[in-house]
């Protein structure tokens, strides 16, 4: 059973990027044909998909995302990672990778995806 978990900065100042990781065990980022990915969900919002990369290495990114939106990946480590340039206290969310059998553009619920963290809270706040 794969797992996957976040970790990053809790806390981080309007203007700078957040960067998150994820580690994933129990299955290897670069087999199969999955599509491993970054949402996250406001305060009194729903779930959001920011982007994803492929088994393959392919990046997909939300179009009003893209321009602040970078996910790289580590094969090495198993890990994949998000970030978020030119943060605002808009981009205050709890924030989940997870794994998908294809590309979610639109999350409506979290059986979309097959495999979740457990989710990361980060502030953004001077």
């Known amino acids: 059973q794969v797992r996957l978990q976040e970790s990053g900065p809790g806390l981080v100042k309007p203007s700078q990027t957040l960067s998150l990781t994820c580690s994933v065990s129990?299955?290897?980022?670069?087999?199969?044909?999955?599509?491993w990915s970054w949402i996250r969900q406001s305060p009194g919002k729903g779930l959001e998909w920011m982007g994803s990369?492929?088994?393959?290495?392919?990046?997909y990114y939300r179009p009003s995302l893209k321009s602040r939106t970078s996910i790289s990946r580590d094969t090495s480590k198993n890990q994949f990672t998000l970030q978020l340039s030119s943060v605002t206290p808009d981009d205050t969310a709890v924030y989940y990778c997870a794994r998908a059998p294809k590309l979610i553009a639109r999350v409506t619920s979290k059986a979309d995806f097959d495999s979740w963290g457990q989710g990361t809270q980060v502030i953004v706040s001077s």
């Open positions: 990369i492929t088994s393959s290495g392919s990046t």
């Open positions: 129990g299955g290897s980022i670069t087999t199969g044909s999955y599509y």
